[in-house]
């Protein structure tokens, strides 16, 4: 259960990222072009929105599988150990608060009324996201 788990949340990592760098790019492009925003445009910010809210339930679930997340807390020390804390609690903490960022990009560019301020709102929020996210990857855990 959890080497799946682990395995899930790995790749789909991959996905969450690639997605919100393209749908970033395509709304900047549809920002600066002057065009109007569609329903396709929407469609393709759904689909960053949609991928960061699973990864959010699947890093949940994980979380309470990990021996690298809520179980390190428990133990005490790992407030004083940065790798440690990385994964039980900055990681977490961080992207959950990246895709509440995202959430309120994508849900207000519904409400705005013109075109760019909807673009904007999108590649604005998302962007802050991704940064937020990138700031805290166990980079040596994935990639290392
Ligand atoms: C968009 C959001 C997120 C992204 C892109 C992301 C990405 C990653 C990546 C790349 C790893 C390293 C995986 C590996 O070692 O192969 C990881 C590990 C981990 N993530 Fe996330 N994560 C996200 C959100 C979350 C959230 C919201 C939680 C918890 C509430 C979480 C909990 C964890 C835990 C506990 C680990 C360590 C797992 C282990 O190796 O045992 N993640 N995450």
């Known amino acids: 259960m959890y080497t799946g788990i682990q395995h ?15 749908v970033i790019v395509l709304m900047l492009i549809g920002s600066l072009s002057g065009k109007e925003f569609t329903e396709k445009d ?9 991928l960061s809210h ?3 339930l699947v890093g949940l679930i994980l ?11 428990q133990g ?3 407030m004083s150990d940065p790798i440690a ?20 990009g994508y849900s207000r560019a519904k409400k705005l009324s013109t075109s760019k301020a909807k673009f904007r709102s999108i590649y604005m929020m998302y962007a802050i996201g991704l ?10 855990n994935w990639l290392g």
Do not use: C, D, M
Request: proline share 4%; net charge positive; glycine share 8%.
């Open 8 to 22: 899930l949340h790995s790749g789909l990592a991959y996905l969450v990222l690639i997605a919100l760098i393209i």
């Open 42 to 50: 929407r469609k393709i910010a759904l689909i960053a929105f949609i």
């Open 54 to 56: 699973v990864q959010l």
């Open 63 to 73: 979380y309470f599988l990990s021996p690298i997340g809520l179980s390190l807390l």
């Open 76 to 78: 005490g020390g790992a």
């Open 85 to 104: 804390r990385l994964t039980a609690l900055e990681h977490p903490l961080i992207n959950i608060i990246a895709i509440a960022v995202i959430t309120i």
């Open 131 to 140: 940064i937020l996210i990138l700031s805290r990857i166990p980079w040596g």
